[in-house]
């Protein structure tokens, strides 16, 4: 036997050895295998191994031995998906199966019965759970596709947010601040309708009167007049009263930069009351309810001013500030009064031409006449008791104002008549008191 037989006969001999194991099992690999060494076969010709020469022998090695790696990494493959099967992993999934846990929709975490997440229903791409009906929802107008055409008419309204504590002092305090250099009510009203107050608007009166605790007379009968002219149009009667609630509760701080703050805030209560921007029982609602030194002391104040003027509409002038600042009627009134305080005819007569002058100059309507008149008709009761002749220099007065034009004859008609005559006592000689 030759040398060169020995090797070739073992290749053969190695090749049947390893085809043997696998030859009864279904292995995909085997047909390709076979087809393989018919290759091989042929392309080493017919003359068998004997006929090999050394570089066909090399080449013929390589491949078996190739051949023998790779049955040996399908054989640990097969070995170790075996394992898995029989350690309870789920029969039928293979490795590269799209059924594997890659794909698999049960939670991970180890956490649930280990059923479909949402009920089947969530994931990419599904539309819901299987047998769901949607109903009609409205269009939303936010929704890119929304389309403005097919919905018919579209109602466009504005919404202002309410103020926050912060946003309104930052909106409210300018705006106070530039009433008291222009005074004028009707401005102030229109800015606080353009913001949304909400449940905050106590505090405008409230910072309002703060501002005007720290400036002058005048700021503090500015800011009265606004209290008065803000109820019934942006504030009630008990949001001043919520204001001037919390004011009272705040002034043991206010007298720290205004020391008097007490005694003003009684005087704004006052006012308030007069006015009819506060409730005529404000100050009942305090008896015996107030611990404070310096709330008992405003409420104090209040009530003194109330009881002294005998009528809360007197009370115009309790900042002492008067002239220009003050309305038409108001003025007209105080003309009317000066003319009642004072003795002869001179004074009526001076009043009859002043009152002519404005009336044909057109500096007074006949709605301020009418009013400063009405007012002083009102309160003649009361100016009675401090000015005893206050009657008959008033009919004189409305006789001469009608007889020169600057009254209607109705204004004159609704002058309160004299009392009634009596006589007085026996020592003053029978004469009829006036």
Request: aromatic residues 4%; hydrophobic residues 40%.
């Amino acid at each position: 036997m030759s040398a060169s037989a020995v090797p070739a006969a073992s290749a053969a001999e190695l090749g049947a050895a390893d085809r043997a194991p696998f030859a009864t099992g279904p292995c995909p690999g085997g047909v390709e295998e076979e087809e393989e060494e018919d290759g091989d076969e042929a392309l080493l010709g017919a003359g068998g191994p004997g006929a090999r020469t050394p570089q066909e022998k090399l080449l013929h090695e390589a491949r078996l031995k190739a051949k023998a790696k790779r049955r040996l990494r399908r054989t640990s493959s097969r070995d170790s998906a075996r394992e898995s099967l029989c350690e309870g992993a789920e029969p039928g999934a293979e490795p590269g199966s799209p059924k594997g846990k890659a794909h698999d929709r049960r939670s991970r975490t180890g956490k649930g019965r280990g059923l479909p997440k949402k009920g089947g229903a969530g994931g990419k791409g599904v539309w819901g759970a299987p047998g769901v009906v949607y109903g009609y929802q409205e269009p939303d107008a936010r929704d890119p596709n929304y389309d403005e055409a097919a919905q018919g008419d579209t109602v466009y309204a504005t919404v202002v947010p309410e103020l926050e504590e912060g946003e309104l002092e930052k909106n409210v305090q300018p705006m106070v601040l530039e009433y008291f250099e222009h005074g004028d009510t009707s401005e102030v009203m229109e800015l606080l309708r353009g913001l949304n107050l909400g449940s905050r608007k106590h505090a405008v009166p409230s910072l309002a009167v703060a501002l005007a605790l720290e400036g002058k007379a005048s700021h503090r009968e500015l800011t009265s007049r606004l209290l008065s002219d803000l109820v019934g149009r942006v504030v009630t009667p008990e949001d001043i009263a919520w204001a001037f609630d919390k004011m009272l509760r705040d002034l043991p701080d206010l007298i720290l930069d205004t020391p008097e703050a007490p005694q003003m805030l009684g005087q704004f209560i006052a006012r308030a009351v007069a006015d009819h921007a506060l409730p005529l029982d404000f100050l009942e609602r305090y008896k015996g309810r107030v611990d404070c030194e310096h709330a008992r002391a405003a409420l104090d104040r209040a009530a003194v001013l109330l009881r002294i003027k005998r009528d809360v509409n007197r009370l115009d002038n309790v900042w002492g500030v008067g002239g220009g600042q003050r309305p038409v009627k108001h003025l007209v009134k105080e003309a009317l009064l000066m003319v009642l305080e004072g003795s002869g005819e001179a004074p009526v007569a001076m009043m009859v031409t002043l009152l002519k002058v404005l009336w044909e100059t057109g500096l007074v309507t006949l709605d301020q006449m009418n009013r400063g008149f009405q007012r002083v008709y009102e309160e003649l009761g009361d100016i009675s008791l401090d000015v005893p002749q206050a009657h008959g220099v008033l009919e004189r007065l409305v006789e001469r104002c009608f007889e020169a034009g600057v009254i209607t004859r109705a204004l004159r008609d609704a002058c309160p008549a004299r009392g009634r005559k009596r006589f007085v006592s026996e020592g003053d000689g029978g004469q009829i008191k006036q």
